[in-house]
């Protein structure tokens, strides 16, 4: 790879690991030199795509997974076709984020916990420590009492409780431990635990409020082409897009009802700690992840294909609005929309 071509060099870049529609396989321990050296992609229409090189002229090549046989035909074949079972699996994936593939490649056996690269990047941690006090607060408060300071990360209170100076600290920590059914030196493991579960949370709630606005745009642009007397007058394509209407606002709230639910069962934590309590709201987080993931992945996907194609929502008749609908919005709509689905 060399002119104006990029080259995707084998360690992850911050906005790799911070996406929900990027993953660079060389997080994965494939066999297949070229393979590392390229990315999983979600396109808008939802569809999984091996991404083997990004231009700046010609932009981005991007393949089907059952063709990079096709492609590497000169690469060791038994190899290859492991390497390729193995992305086939992980496309599978609703979304790339890091803490749904850490679920998906757990599923297929990986050790992923040693995997300095399946975090978010420093930049976007800091960006979520604002949302992250709403859950480091409760906990803070907890060991140190009320009138505690919040601190910007769950890790800087682990680091804090491996040294308690004070005896009511440890009384708290030690009343805690009792609760959580632990030794008092395993608290900070429980809080690193604790961080990195609801700093999934943050991730996810902080995509959300950004594609919030979006989505309501969009909608009332939907619902502008339904007015217009060309659709009025046509039932079959009102009524596709009426369907859209309704899949958009089953899914938007799908995710906005397990938030909900998440945030009902850490209160009702904070209120009783115990061993079972969180074992609870971490099994019941990390269940909806990949859902929660998978349908803000398909959302946002979306509605950065619209504000591209129609970055003035005024500007456009309605037959490219018609033909833009039917071809980057509606196809995946209904994957998407499953996942919200019990």
């Known amino acids: ?46 569809e999984t795509t091996v991404e083997l090189f990004r231009d700046r002229v010609s932009g981005s ?77 409760p906990l803070v408060q907890h060991v140190f009492g009320q009138d505690a300071s919040p601190l910007e990360d769950a890790a800087d209170l682990s680091k804090l409780l491996r040294n308690p100076d004070k005896e009511e600290t440890i009384r708290r920590l030690t009343q805690m431990a009792d609760s959580l059914a632990v030794r008092i030196n395993e608290i900070p493991k429980f809080i690193e635990d604790y961080g990195d579960i609801f700093l999934s949370l943050a991730y996810f709630r902080e995509i959300l409020d950004e594609m919030v606005p979006k989505l309501t745009v969009f909608q009332d642009w939907l619902g502008d082409l339904r007015s217009n007397w060309i659709i009025k007058n046509d039932r079959a394509q009102d009524r596709i897009i009426r369907g859209i209407l309704d899949d958009l606002n089953y899914v938007s709230s799908a995710v906005t009802t397990r938030f909900d639910i998440f945030d009902k069962q850490t209160e009702d934590f904070w209120r009783d700690i115990n061993a079972e309590r969180f074992r609870d709201v971490r099994r019941l987080i990390t269940t909806h992840h990949r859902a929660v993931g998978g349908m803000l992945c398909g959302l946002m996907l979306k509605m950065d294909a619209w504000s591209t194609r129609f970055p003035d929502p005024a500007i456009g008749g309605p037959q490219s609005k018609v033909e833009f609908t039917y071809s980057e919005i509606l196809p995946g709509l209904e994957q998407i929309k499953s996942l919200g689905k019990p």
């Not at 997974?65 to 390497?83: H, N, P, T, Y």
């Open 1 to 46: 790879m060399s002119g104006e071509r990029d080259s995707l060099v084998a360690k992850p870049t911050a906005s790799d690991m911070d996406s929900l529609h990027i993953l660079p396989l060389s997080i994965m321990p494939l066999k297949t030199s070229a393979l590392k050296r390229a990315r999983l992609i979600k396109n808008n229409r939802f």
């Open 61 to 137: 090549g991007q393949i089907a997974i059952s063709d990079i046989v096709l492609m590497l035909e000169s690469e060791d074949g038994e190899e290859l076709r492991a390497d390729i079972n193995q992305i086939e699996k992980l496309g599978r994936t609703p979304s790339f984020d890091v803490y749904s593939t850490r679920i998906g490649l757990r599923n297929m056996d990986f050790d992923v916990d040693e995997s300095e690269h399946l975090t978010l990047s420093e930049t976007k941690r800091a960006e979520l420590s604002e949302r992250m006090a709403t859950f480091t607060r």
